[in-house]
């Protein structure tokens, strides 16, 4: 009897390994897998459609027809301005929806990634009950469960974690999210994005945070980077240097400047290859109560900005679809 029960845990234990090794090296769609030279250009902090702003609710209520109305065409027109690949950063309790997300996917042709984790800013407001309650380990078990059963029995599977944390020192609830988003890549090998915005301070604490887990600083992606005040671009050089993901992306008609001030800057100090660059755009915000934040101008207004200032399109490549292909990889980062 004993020796059955061994075979039965090594059988289990092999086919666990063997969907693993399917799994790594690939990106997950909300399709299904995709390699990672097939995205194309990618834009890695975009949100199709949100409750933010609205009532926190899981599963979300939104008007669908009207929804669908307003976002396929505008993600059409991404599309065709050369975008391949879209990640949503629409969580839990405020507007995700992967249902909606997949019928985006095949009516427009683009890869999109949904993710899992909650989302701690705005002062903890979609943030879950039971988040409070629980420790870090449960919270990543949560997260897993999505990652290998897919979310709320649809089949679809998370591409990323992504979580939020307030401004300031890390309050306890954000620590404990940060800590569960590293528990949570160790089992999945996914990459954890944290909208951090400017603030290094917890920067660093996320940072080591993930070393007392024993992940690697590159599973972890800066989000809103771009926020930080003029002075303190340091801790970019810095959060690169370690080997995060820089991620520029409230690109709009006001920030273009700096946007291309902090790609330059990055790519003097040789950490051109650790920086993504999206909009933070929103095609259908506060469950289309407010206007549209769009998502086009890294393509009218950017990528020429950056051509005019000296970078080579080997350079945009690395950019706009090496770097964001790599940071979405799924893949075990962690440090021994």
Sequence with gaps: MPAVKLTRRACLAAALMSVWQAEEGRVMTVRGLAAP??????LPHEHFFSNFGEEPGEPPVYDEAALLAAVVPYARRVKELGCGTVADATAAWFGRNPLLLRTISEKTGLHILTNTGYYGAASDRYVPKH????????????????????IAGTGIRPGFLKIGVDAGPLSE?????????????????????????????????????????GVLAEAWIWVHANQVKSGEEEALEQAAKAGAWISLDGLDEGTLERHLELVLRLRAKGHLSRVLLSHDGNSFRAGGKRPMRGYT???????????????????????TRENPARAF??????SG
């Design 37 to 42: 030279e097939s995205l194309g250009l990618m």
């Design 131 to 150: 988040a409070f309650e629980e420790n870090a380990a449960r919270l990543a078990a949560r997260w897993v469960r999505e990652w290998r059963e897919g």
């Design 173 to 213: 609830i954000d620590a404990k999210l940060v800590r569960a988003a590293a528990i949570a890549h160790r089992e999945s090998g996914l990459t954890i994005a944290v909208h951090t915005g400017g603030n290094p301070d917890a920067a660093l604490q996320q940072m080591a945070i993930l070393r007392e887990e």
């Design 297 to 319: 101008i890294l393509f009218e207004k950017f990528l020429p900005e950056l051509r005019r200032a000296g970078l080579g399109e080997g350079e945009i490549r690395r950019l």
């Design 329 to 334: 990889t799924i893949r075990r980062r962690l």
